[in-house]
T-cell receptor, first 112, second 115 residues
């Protein structure tokens, strides 16, 4: 079965600093999803990457998928308190987007 | 467009009881997936229903079951509750038109506490 490993497990950054979260898969990915979760709440979709070498950006968040489609990174530029939460990467092993395998998550705190 | 809704939001049960959770997908979405989230195991896939049929299944015991109705609403049932079933249960709906549109929209979750 596919396993996803995220690093770091937790991160504390000062407001305005940049940060990167990594997600490594044990198998080639059909699709890689990034979600954000506020504690105890549902997941908010951030981005989905599908092609090797693909890069997508939304506001101050950029996600990349490597050429081999086994590693992805999520980069936040000039972090803000609103970026705080748990970031989860999810892999789509079946290509149906309906059975995602998730990483263990990265807890981000942004200090003032 | 209304998002994915889940009811109830919070639930407290005792060991041995059974529970039914409900999920209403986004209008027009025919796929509903269920996940269990716990601090120890993280977010794990339970099962997925598409057009009233279970299409995918995770590695959970038979005490966990689900169904989907003709209007795509879905329910999951857990029988003979155990303490370890305490978790946040999330459902997600999707209606992909092509691979690039594959996105799962998640509901707010039902927090189940088993005493």
């Amino acid at each position: 079965s596919q396993e996803l490993e995220q690093s770091p497990q937790s991160l504390i950054v000062q407001e305005g600093k940049n940060l990167t979260i990594n997600c490594t898969s044990s198998k080639t990915l059909y699709g890689l999803y990034w979600y954000k979760q506020k504690y105890g709440e549902g997941l908010i979709f951030l981005m989905m990457l599908q092609k090797g070498g693909e890069e997508k950006s939304h506001e101050k968040i950029t996600a990349k998928l490597d050429e081999k489609k086994q590693q992805s990174s999520l980069h936040i530029t000039a972090s803000q308190p609103s970026h705080a939460g748990i970031y989860l990467c999810g892999a789509d092993p079946t290509g149906t987007a309906s059975k995602l395998t998730f990483g263990t998550g990265t807890r981000l705190q942004v200090t003032l | 467009k209304a998002g994915v809704t889940q009811t109830p939001r919070y639930l407290i049960k005792t060991r041995g009881q059974q529970v039914t959770l409900s999920c209403s997908p986004i209008s027009g979405h025919r796929s509903v997936s269920w996940y269990q989230q716990t601090p120890g195991q993280g977010l794990q896939f339970l099962f997925e229903y598409f057009s009233e049929t279970q299409r995918n299944k995770g590695n959970f015991p038979g005490r966990f079951s689900g169904r989907q109705f003709s209007n795509s609403r879905s329910e999951m049932n857990v029988s003979t509750l155990e303490l370890g079933d305490s978790a946040l249960y999330l459902c997600a709906s999707s209606q992909p038109r092509n691979l690039a549109d594959n996105e799962q929209f998640f509901g707010p979750g039902t927090r189940l506490t088993v005493l």
